[in-house]
């Protein structure tokens, strides 16, 4: 089931203490179950896919071609249709539903979501760029990015120029971020450290596409007390 993601909505930010006293920053992510839509096989695209259906949607809400496409699936209505590339096509059957417990025996998740959207911003802002001096005949233009395009030969601005331009309001991702916890009840995952996106945004999880060898949190904290127990035991000695 690990191949198969999950799509949550980001809560907001808060942290986790340890036993040691360590404080972790979490990411909260709300994640709502997920209803397997439609099987997609290979003789139909070239393909094995499952189509997963997330969130609620009122039919009023709803085109003409989507009311029928569910009332031919004979299931309730989804906000959001996302198609995830699997092996075993077999393991899974329309209808079926599954959440955050997929991600039971699995340490790392990759994320990706929409980062906060800054509106129309200079080069400065945009690009980190200095500026012009601030002095020496330097006329209205101290926050201006410089020469933008050549002379007649090739006479164009490249593709890719850094200029000013609408900044944010991309889709980014952010590996291996760590399962701090789970809760199952309430739908909540906690994950390490900051996640693209203001509050509300909808976050796509995934099992980790990196074979990572890292050591979690929790798993540094209980070599540490096996060697504070080790060291205790050689000094009673």
């Known amino acids: 089931m690990s191949e198969i993601g999950l799509i949550g909505k980001k809560i907001g930010m808060t942290r986790e203490f340890f036993k040691t006293g360590q404080s972790v920053p979490v990411t909260v992510l709300k994640v709502e179950k997920g209803r397997v839509v439609q ?13 997963v ?96 395009g050549q002379n007649q030969d090739p006479g164009k601005v490249f593709k890719g120029k850094k200029m000013a331009g609408h900044m944010g309001n991309k889709l980014r991702s952010m590996q291996n971020l760590e399962i701090i916890k789970t809760d199952l009840e309430n739908e909540l995952i906690y994950l390490k450290g900051s996640i693209p996106g203001s509050k509300n945004t909808e976050v796509l999880l995934r099992k980790s596409v990196k074979n990572i060898k890292k050591l979690t949190v929790s798993e540094k904290i209980e070599i540490l007390e096996k060697s504070k127990k080790s060291k205790e035991k050689k000094n009673n000695q």
Not at 39 to 51: F, H, M, P, S, W
């Open 39 to 51: 099987l997609i096989n290979k003789q139909e695209r070239g393909y094995d896919a499952v189509q």
């Open 53 to 148: 259906g997330f969130g609620k949607i009122k039919n009023s809400k709803l085109t003409k071609s989507m009311k029928g496409y569910f009332a031919k699936k004979n299931t309730e209505a989804r906000k959001i249709l996302k198609e995830f590339k699997v092996k075993e096509i077999n393991e899974y059957k329309e209808g079926n539903e599954f959440g955050i417990e997929i991600f039971k025996d699995i340490k790392f998740l990759d994320v990706r979501a929409k980062t906060i959207g800054k509106g129309f911003a200079g080069a400065m802002k945009r690009h980190n760029f200095g500026g012009l001096r601030a002095s020496h005949g330097v006329s209205i233009s101290h926050r201006a990015h410089g020469s933008t």
